[in-house]
Every structure is written in structure tokens, then in C-alpha cells.
């Protein structure tokens, strides 16, 4: 099946700091991708959807400037986290999709954020 | 507008019995219907789906899901429970929502 990669799969970072997070779409061109952000115990709460070559759309209560999502290339895509501050801790996990089709649609393993 | 629900936050079942894990949807139309499962620190690994056709949907690991309209659900079933089955289950509709999840514990 298709595979989607995340990178770093985890990440210590200092409040203040910027730390960026990419999603690659490793044997398939990712005309979407998806990121999601899960806090411990809990669901995958959906942040933006971005399609190559355009801006991101984000999900209401989503800070547009503190998530800044690139999707420069059908397999890359790139979430910054800006100004990062503990309570910004979370798993963040990106899916990625070649067509329109929902069947299509993979995940990465994840990358765990620690703000400190 | 489409949802599921999944009304269960923890399911504990012992090694060697059935499991159910319960997923209800309220869609217009047909529905898209998917269950995936996250172990722990993992990203979520698809496990099935429905689109249409069969009402009882085989997938990995040897989970099947039984799609039933009149009662609005799609809930996730293993004839005999493994305790490497013990994760974390999710339901989603086909705009990928997903249900909170359900805790699946099994014991040994």
C-alpha cells in the first residue's frame, strides 16, 4: 500500500522556538494532504487540508499564523509551528491523498511535539 | 451533514472472546464508513471500510464490521480477541471525521 512519512517522529523543542514538521507521501503524488493534531487519550481533531500549490484551509479555531502549512510538492508537505508554547504539545499526524477518493487516503506514523 | 459515534470510551474483553467495538453513523445518502486502529505513539493504520454491497466488511487482522441501516451502525468485531489487539479504535465517516475512539483492553 502507500506509504506516508513524517519527520521528526518526535521533537523536544523550547517555548518560543519554531519547530517545522514535514509529511511525505513516499510512492504516490499527494494532490491532498491533511494535518491532524490528537492530545493524549483522545481523537484526531483536523486542522487543514492543503492541495498542492495552493493555501491551506483551516479548520475553524485554527490559528492560520501559529500553523503554517506548505504544500510546495505533490509529496511534500510542511507544518511550522511558530512561537511554539507547552499547551502546543500534541501528536500531530498528516494523511495524504492522490485523487478525491476517501479510500485513498493514508496516514503518517505521527510526530510527537513536547514544548518545554 | 455526516457524523459517527462512538459511544463506548473503553472496551475490556479476555483473550479468546469476541469483541465489539460500536460505531454509529447519521449520514445523508449512502454512507463511506471506515474503521482504523492507532497503537500507541503510532499513526493510525487502516483496518476497513464500506462503500456499498456486502453488509459484512472483512478486513485486517482478522476484524470484520457489520454495516446495518435500520439501526444506523457499523460496529467492529474479532470472533476471538488477541491481547495484541489492545489499542486504540476509531471510526470515521467518508469526509474522514472520526469518532473519538474507544479503548480496546484485552486480557490475558
Known amino acids: 500500500g502507500a506509504v506516508v512519512s513524517q519527520h521528526p517522529s518526535w521533537v523536544i523543542c523550547k517555548s518560543g522556538t519554531s519547530v517545522k514538521i514535514e509529511c511525505r507521501s513516499l510512492?504516490?503524488?499527494?494532490?491532498?494532504m491533511f494535518w491532524y493534531r490528537q492530545f493524549p487519550k483522545q481523537s484526531l481533531m483536523l486542522m487543514a487540508t492543503?492541495?498542492?500549490?495552493?493555501?491551506?484551509?483551516?479548520e475553524q479555531g485554527v490559528e492560520k499564523d501559529k500553523f503554517l502549512i506548505n504544500h510546495a510538492s505533490l509529496t511534500l508537505s510542511t507544518l511550522t509551528v511558530t512561537s511554539a508554547h507547552p499547551e502546543d504539545s500534541s501528536f500531530y499526524i498528516c494523511?495524504?491523498?492522490?485523487?478525491?477518493?476517501?479510500?485513498?487516503?493514508?496516514f503518517g506514523p505521527g510526530t510527537r511535539l513536547t514544548v518545554t | 451533514a455526516q457524523s459517527v459515534a462512538q459511544p463506548e470510551d473503553q472496551v475490556n474483553v479476555a483473550e479468546g472472546n469476541p469483541l465489539t467495538v460500536k460505531c454509529t453513523y447519521s449520514?445523508?445518502?449512502?454512507?463511506?464508513l471506515f474503521w482504523y486502529v492507532q497503537y500507541p505513539n503510532r499513526g493510525l493504520q487502516f483496518l476497513l471500510k464500506?462503500?456499498?454491497?456486502?453488509?459484512l466488511v472483512k478486513g485486517r487482522y482478522g476484524f470484520e464490521a457489520e454495516f446495518n441501516k435500520s439501526q444506523t451502525s457499523f460496529h467492529l468485531k474479532k470472533p476471538s480477541a488477541l491481547v495484541s489487539d489492545s489499542a486504540l479504535y476509531f471510526c470515521?465517516?467518508?469526509?474522514?471525521?472520526f469518532g473519538k475512539g474507544t479503548m480496546l483492553l484485552v486480557s490475558p
Open positions: 494523511s495524504a491523498r492522490e485523487g478525491v477518493d476517501p479510500n485513498e487516503q493514508y
Open positions: 510512492d504516490f503524488q499527494a494532490t491532498t
Open positions: 492543503s492541495n498542492e500549490g495552493s493555501k491551506a484551509t483551516y
Open positions: 449520514v445523508s445518502g449512502n454512507p463511506y
Open positions: 464500506y462503500i456499498t454491497g456486502d453488509n
Open positions: 470515521a465517516d467518508s469526509t474522514l471525521t
